[in-house]
C-alpha cells in the first residue's frame, strides 16, 4: 500500500543546512508537499513540487525530487532556531487521492 | 482571514463519556477534513467531506466514531463512548480545491483530548 518514511530526528547547529529526506511509494503522485508543524500548533504548508520538476528553491529552502528513487528532500539553508518543529512529507496517492502523511522528522536546533 | 477553527483546544474527559470536537472551516471551502495524530500512528485521515457530503470514511476506526457536516461551515466529530486508546490530538484541515491539486490543506491548530 502506499506509505510515506521519515526519519524521526534530525539535530544541527544554528547556522548549519539541514536536510531532511522522505520516500515515498506511490509514482502516480502529482504533487508532493512539506508541512511544518511547530508546538501545539496544526499544519503548515512549507512548499510542494510537482512531480514533473526536479528542483524548487523557495529563498532558504531547497526541494528536491528523485522520480526514479521515489526519494524527496527538504533542505534548510543557514538553519535558525526558529526553524525548530516536525517537518512532515506527505504525497498524493494516485488510487484514493487521498494525501498520506510521513510520521515526520523532528528537527532541533541547537544554538 | 480566519483560519480553520477548532474547539475546545483541550478536552480531558473519562472514560464512558461522550466527546464532541468542532471545527469551522475557511470561508468558501469546499473540502473539509478531519486527521488524528499520535505518536505511534503519526498523522492518520479519519474522513473528509466534499459540499458538506462525506466522501472517504474508511479511515474512521470504528463505529464509536461519528463526524457530521450540517452546513458549509461547521462539522463535529464524535466520539462515543470515549476510551483511553483515543486520546490524540485531532485536526481539522480545509481546501477549497480537493486533494489532487497543488492547493494546500489548511489546518487548524487541533483538539487535544486525553481520556482518563
Known amino acids: 500500500g502506499e506509505d510515506v518514511e521519515q526519519s524521526l530526528f534530525l539535530s544541527v547547529r544554528e547556522g548549519d543546512s539541514s536536510v531532511i529526506n522522505c520516500t515515498y511509494t506511490d509514482s502516480s503522485s502529482t504533487y508532493l508537499y512539506w508541512y511544518k508543524q511547530e508546538p501545539g500548533a496544526g499544519l503548515q504548508l512549507l512548499t510542494y513540487i510537482f512531480s514533473n520538476m526536479d528542483m524548487k528553491q523557495d529563498q532558504r529552502l531547497t526541494v528536491l525530487l528523485n522520480k526514479k528513487d521515489k526519494h524527496l528532500s527538504l533542505r534548510i539553508a543557514d538553519t535558525q532556531t526558529g526553524d525548530s518543529a516536525i517537518y512532515f512529507c506527505?504525497?498524493?496517492?494516485?488510487?484514493?487521492?487521498?494525501?498520506?502523511f510521513g510520521k515526520g522528522t523532528k528537527l532541533s536546533v541547537k544554538p | 482571514d480566519a483560519g480553520v477553527i477548532q474547539s475546545p483546544r483541550h478536552e480531558v474527559t473519562e472514560m464512558g463519556q461522550e466527546v464532541t470536537l468542532r471545527c469551522k472551516p475557511i470561508s468558501g471551502h469546499d473540502y473539509l477534513f478531519w486527521y488524528r495524530q499520535t505518536m505511534m500512528r503519526g498523522l492518520e485521515l479519519l474522513i473528509y467531506?466534499?459540499?458538506?457530503?462525506?466522501?472517504?470514511d474508511s479511515g474512521m476506526p470504528e463505529d464509536r466514531f461519528s463526524a457530521k457536516m450540517p452546513n458549509a461551515s461547521f462539522s463535529t466529530l464524535k466520539i462515543q463512548p470515549s476510551e483511553p486508546r483515543d486520546s490524540a490530538v485531532y485536526f481539522c484541515?480545509?481546501?477549497?480545491?480537493?486533494?489532487?491539486?497543488?492547493?494546500?490543506?489548511?489546518f487548524g491548530d487541533g483538539t487535544r483530548l486525553s481520556i482518563l
Open positions: 467531506f466534499n459540499n458538506n457530503v462525506p466522501i472517504d
Open positions: 484541515a480545509s481546501s477549497n480545491r480537493g486533494l489532487s491539486s497543488n492547493q494546500p490543506q489548511h
Open positions: 506527505a504525497e498524493i496517492t494516485g488510487s484514493q487521492g487521498n494525501l498520506i
